[in-house]
């Protein structure tokens, strides 16, 4: 789908689903107001328990979530907010991402680890 934003990205899924503005921030527990703003970019994304709740309202395929949840966290200038408990509570993890850093890691870098670690769960 490729959006430039959290809100473009909401926006569309809603209309593709044929939810309305109101009907989606009724089902969300916020004002359409609330809503309207988020879709044109004026506030930050919603917290991640509404997030959860839109995605399964929009029915996301796990990749489109994570889309979601990439450009929520761009919006906050922050990694997606799905992702800080798992960085915080693993030191390991963090040492990974800081030596990719001092390595200046590339795409190909990453995929090839991405690939390994799929592999190992097929297994």
Not at 24 to 39: K, V
Not at 97 to 118: H, M, P, S, V, Y
Request: aromatic share 6%; glycine share 2%.
């Amino acid at each position: 789908m490729s959006c430039h934003n959290f809100g473009e990205f909401i926006a569309k899924k809603r209309l593709e689903r044929r939810i309305t503005l109101r009907k989606m921030a009724e089902m969300l527990d916020c004002s359409a107001t609330f809503l309207s703003d988020i879709e044109k970019d004026r506030r930050n994304p919603l917290d991640m328990e509404r997030m959860e709740k839109l995605s399964q309202i929009l029915a996301l395929s796990e990749e489109e979530r994570n889309e979601m949840l990439d450009l929520a966290g761009r919006k906050r200038n922050s990694v997606a907010p799905d992702l800080p408990d798992y960085i915080m509570n693993r030191s390991y993890v963090s040492a990974a991402l800081r030596t990719a850093r001092d390595l200046n890691a590339g795409e190909a870098e990453w995929q090839k680890f991405i690939d390994d670690l799929e592999k190992r769960s097929r297994s």
